[in-house]
């Protein structure tokens, strides 16, 4: 088997992982067009590898914007009122606690607050880009959340003075950043609008954050090792007032590098096949 011919059969592997709608309808087009365009670079003498790895950088970025494109999300009139339920949630579980902890920490009311507010802001007199930035942000604020989540939770059953945990307190954040990071980049892609990225990454930060300090708050009466209202308390505020900080940070740098990554790219020849459309 020629190089060329085990490079197709890889490309036919990897537009499987398309959504079944833009597979059905590109899939045969793109093995073809990756087949002819490989055959004119063996011929003239080029690199098959390099060619490969310009198609599959292509490929990785479009899967991820078909995958997007192609996932239900609510309505924007029902992620609000989700948003805003969770908002509402947190403030009556601080306010059952009833504790002098409770009310000697009045940050978390007040940035709980501010949330709902972001949320109406963020969520009315939509237009196209905002609206994809929401769509992205929420998208990567979730698989944030999950890592968010599962590292604070996970982390209660370890050592507090291992290596363990700090390494995957590590990777987490490493992750997490890496999550809000992308939100931006994305979403200034689609959008062609550098703004779009600190929008994406402050909202995927917010639904992030959010999401995690419900769940924080739900299981605080629960026998898990490491919980009393005081360190949640204080895990709540920190995270409420560096999660969105710290994604419209990230997401305004990752929309930056997005725009001038497209530029970039413009100004190359057209070698990329992966999302054809």
Not at 119 to 146: E, F, H, K, P
């Amino acid at each position: 088997m020629t190089v060329l011919n085990w490079l197709c059969r890889v490309y036919r592997l990897l537009l499987r992982v398309y959504p079944p709608e833009f597979r059905d309808r590109y899939a045969d087009e793109m093995a073809q067009v990756f087949r002819d365009r490989g055959r004119e670079i063996a011929h003239s003498g080029g690199t098959l590898p390099g060619y490969a790895l310009s198609t599959g950088k292509d490929w990785f970025v479009s899967v991820l914007r078909e995958r997007m494109d192609s996932m239900k999300l609510p309505s924007l009139s029902i992620l609000r009122w989700l948003f805003l339920f969770c908002v509402a949630l947190d403030l009556l579980l601080l306010v059952r606690q009833a504790t002098p902890a409770t009310y000697a920490a009045p940050l978390p009311f007040a940035l709980l607050i501010m949330y709902g507010l972001i949320g109406l802001l963020m969520t009315t007199n939509l237009d196209g880009g905002r609206r994809i930035a929401l769509q992205t942000g929420t998208y990567w604020g979730l698989i944030s959340c999950v890592i968010l989540t599962v590292w604070t939770v996970g982390g209660n059953f370890l050592r507090a003075d291992g290596t363990i945990p700090i390494f995957l307190a590590l990777w987490s954040m490493v992750l997490i950043f890496a999550c809000w990071s992308v939100a931006g980049y994305l979403a200034a892609r689609r959008t062609a609008i550098a703004n779009s990225g600190w929008v994406a990454g402050c909202w995927s930060g917010v639904v992030c954050v959010l999401v995690k300090v419900t769940c924080a708050l739900l299981i605080l009466r629960s026998s898990l090792p490491g919980q009393s209202v005081g360190t949640v308390l204080g895990a709540t505020g920190q995270h409420l007032l560096e999660g969105p900080v710290i994604g419209a940070v990230l997401g305004a740098i990752a929309g930056v590098a997005a725009r001038i990554f497209g530029k970039w790219q413009s100004s190359l020849p057209a070698v990329g096949l992966a999302g054809g459309k």
